[in-house]
């Protein structure tokens, strides 16, 4: 039975609780002890992509140290998943548990695929969905094949998805185009991030999809924000939720 | 030549923006080229070993630049070329200007060439009283408007064929109104013609210089390269030192490369091989550093040096395709001049490597596998370690960084924000010092955090 940490980004700590319980009823369900170290925060990426790398050394520090003592560490995020395990590099090299913890730290979807080889999750959703992939995951992670790359084909998060009773998956005119949030560059590059935002909106829109998801909330954050101001039908979840057996509210 | 002001990447982006159907146009016309990439880099079943190659070729022309430069110059000069050193723009342009007058010259065409634009040898030249004509027509067009290229391999890009139009009734004597492409391109190729047929000295750029051989290879999609240095007796090539490749047998991976992550096209429709002067001509070949040398030297950024200028950065880039060219205010835009610009001077530039999702599209359709996003990522490290970063940005993530080592605090400003937000009047939360809320509603702040339920649930199940 894998013992799993659980790292909740901050800002689904903070503002999106239920992604969290998903996480846990998802990797419960599939045989793991799930548990969440309390003192966890952040994995240091806002401070490190802004170039400060003094302020994120610490939290990086403090992230080993929590996570040093589970077996894997699991995290409904790919962005965060890739700050741990293609950026802590530069950053904290030298901490005795460097090596183990950002190999064993995993995103959500590609723990449940190559860890643990989960191969269809029974449930339903029957929904048209656009399954929007975040850069970090597909372009840092490998969760799925870029399209900028001549390869097969694959998501780990569609192939989960795929399996649900009833669920369409929508095709995108653009299949991985970013969504423009980029953490501060959502508020340094307002006018461009927004635009990115509203065409991503679209596209989903055209191609028919009643529920955006993606594997990053923090993506889905920013597109809600528009999709709210502009009073649209279209609705975000996590993966995590949809997975987990959750309806659309 | 009067400097313009370099404004902060937002500032210029936020305006193109503003111009929202143009703005649209704009992005849709380079992802059509980037589509078009992509259909024809699925053709080859060896795309990704051509990048694999072309990167590996790349990183061994960089760790021996030297020797190879002086490789292609004995070679260069045995074929009967003549080969000159400049260390910066200003000595790049005296070369190109005694040579010039050497002939008593003062009309000169000149194929597409980025570095002779970073150079800004037009301006120079004019000012003493020679006749450049780009001939290129993209960057012809951008010459007629008195404006630098918006990309480097389409520099006419931004300009709608409308406006083109205006401009060849106003240049050439088009009809007022006309806009049909034929007929435009066939009123610019007869002035063009008369400008080849006057040219006393033809200007190229240089794709690829050869160290074996000492030849060079130029493309173009116009043909023009070759026809501007085959009426003139006199050809001056410019090209940076990165342009180099070791061996012939080098070339097919990169021209393969080039044609189809610049438009889309299997080959570019003429890859002009230069051996030496043609029989009673000249040739002059001019290295220029400008730079490049200090970027070699930097173990962080020296793989920008890879870079073939094919372009497929900025077509794939989902922030250059929505800001313009001109918003980076740099000869070469987009990702890989977001690395470049700042290498020359961070100051000035300090807003374009921030001019990034870090989305990573860049790196991965680069040709020669250029880690462009990280070198990207590399610079803000380095702006905030120059302390060139703003005020307001560098205390702010201080203090999130301090938040963050301390549970405690955190907690307690997430606690205390989620209960104070919902309650502030909305003309406290949406103004105009939230860049979030512009066009974006925040979250409903839940009542409890994830770890206050989590917590919850743990003492109710004990």
């Not at chain 1, 989960?160 to 590059?189: N, P, S, Y």
């Not at chain 2, 723009?89 to 070369?95: G, L, Q, R, S, T």
């Not at chain 2, 806009?179 to 040219?199: I, Q, W």
């Amino acid at each position: 039975m894998p013992h799993v940490g659980l790292f909740i980004p901050c800002y689904i700590d903070q503002l999106y609780p239920d992604v969290g319980f998903a996480t846990i009823e998802l990797l419960e369900k599939h045989g793991c002890t799930v548990e969440f170290p309390a003192e966890q925060t952040c994995c240091g990426q806002p401070m490190a992509n802004t170039g400060c790398t003094d302020a994120a050394i610490p939290v990086a520090r403090k992230y080993l140290d929590i996570f040093r003592k589970y077996e894997y560490i699991v995290c409904p995020s790919g962005s965060c998943t890739a700050m741990i395990r293609q950026h802590y590099h530069d950053l904290v090299h030298d901490h005795p548990d460097f090596e183990r913890v950002t190999t064993h730290t995993y995103e959500l979807c590609e723990f449940l695929v190559d860890v643990l080889k989960v191969e269809t999750i029974k449930g339903s959703f029957p929904y048209r969905v656009g399954l929007h992939q975040s850069c970090h995951g597909l372009r840092e992670l490998r969760l799925g094949s870029a399209s900028e790359l001549m390869q097969p084909r694959f998501s780990k998060a569609g192939q989960l998805l795929k399996g649900l009773d009833g669920i369409q998956l929508v095709e995108l005119k653009r299949a991985d185009e970013c969504c423009g949030f980029g953490g501060t560059f959502a508020i340094a590059e307002e006018a461009v991030s927004c635009m990115m935002g509203l065409d991503r909106i679209h596209d989903h829109e055209q191609a028919g999809a009643e529920i955006m998801t993606a594997g990053d909330m923090s993506c889905l954050m920013h597109m809600y924000g528009m999709i709210t101001r502009q009073k649209k039908p279209l609705k975000v979840m996590h993966v995590a939720e949809i997975l987990a057996g959750r309806q659309p509210q | 030549m009067t400097a313009t002001k370099v404004r902060k990447h937002p500032v210029n982006a936020a305006v193109f923006v503003a111009d929202n159907d143009r703005a649209h146009w704009h992005d849709q016309a380079l992802w059509f080229v980037r589509s078009k990439r992509d259909k024809m880099a699925a053709t080859l079943p060896e795309w990704e070993e051509l990048r694999q190659r072309a990167s590996q070729i790349k990183l061994h022309t960089m760790s021996r630049l030297a020797d190879l430069l002086e490789e292609f110059e004995r070679n260069a000069t045995k074929l009967g070329a003549k080969v000159y050193w400049a260390r910066t723009p200003a000595e790049h342009n005296e070369i190109v200007l005694s040579i010039v007058k050497q002939h008593n010259a003062t009309k000169v065409v000149k194929s597409k060439s980025m570095l002779t634009e970073e150079c800004h040898l037009n301006p120079f030249l004019e000012r003493n009283g020679i006749t450049v004509t780009d001939t290129d027509l993209g960057e012809w067009i951008v010459q007629l408007l008195e404006e630098p290229p918006s990309h480097i391999v389409m520099p006419a890009i931004h300009i709608k064929r409308e406006e083109v139009g205006d401009l060849f009734h106003k240049h050439l004597g088009t009809d007022a109104g006309a806009t049909d492409p034929p007929y435009l391109v066939n009123a610019a190729r007869k002035r063009l013609r008369e400008e080849f047929v006057g040219a006393e000295i033809g200007l190229t750029g240089v794709n690829f210089a050869i160290a074996e051989t000492g030849g060079f290879v130029v493309c173009t999609n116009e043909g023009n390269a070759d026809l501007g240095v085959s009426l003139p007796k006199v050809h001056i090539a410019c090209m940076g030192i990165e342009k180099m490749i070791p061996r012939l047998k080098d070339l097919s991976i990169f021209l393969r490369l080039l044609g189809r992550s610049a438009t889309g096209q299997p080959i570019t429709t003429y890859s002009s091989h230069f051996h030496g002067p043609m029989p009673g001509g000249e040739m002059h070949i001019i290295l220029v550093d400008n730079g490049r040398s200090d970027i070699l030297g930097s173990e962080e950024f020296r793989r920008s040096l890879h870079c073939i200028r094919c372009g497929a950065c900025m077509n794939t880039c989902p922030v250059y395709r929505r800001s313009g060219g001109h918003s980076y205010q740099t000869t070469v835009p987009g990702p890989i001049g977001s690395i470049l610009a700042p290498s020359r001077d961070a100051k000035t530039y300090s807003t374009l490597p921030y001019a990034c999702s870090l989305c990573g599209s860049c790196s991965d359709v680069c040709p020669v596998k250029i880690d462009l996003h990280t070198q990207l990522l590399s610079w803000r490290k380095e702006i905030a370690h120059r302390k060139l970063l703003p005020w307001s940005k560098r205390m702010s993530m201080t203090l999130a960084g301090m938040m963050f080592q301390r549970t405690w605090l955190f907690t307690m400003i997430g606690r205390w924000g989620r209960w104070l937000l919902p309650k502030l009047p909305r003309f406290m939360v949406y103004n105009r010092f939230n860049d979030w809320g512009k066009q974006r509603e925040l979250p409903p702040m839940p009542k409890k955090s994830f770890r206050e339920l989590y917590a919850q649930r743990k003492k109710e199940r004990s």
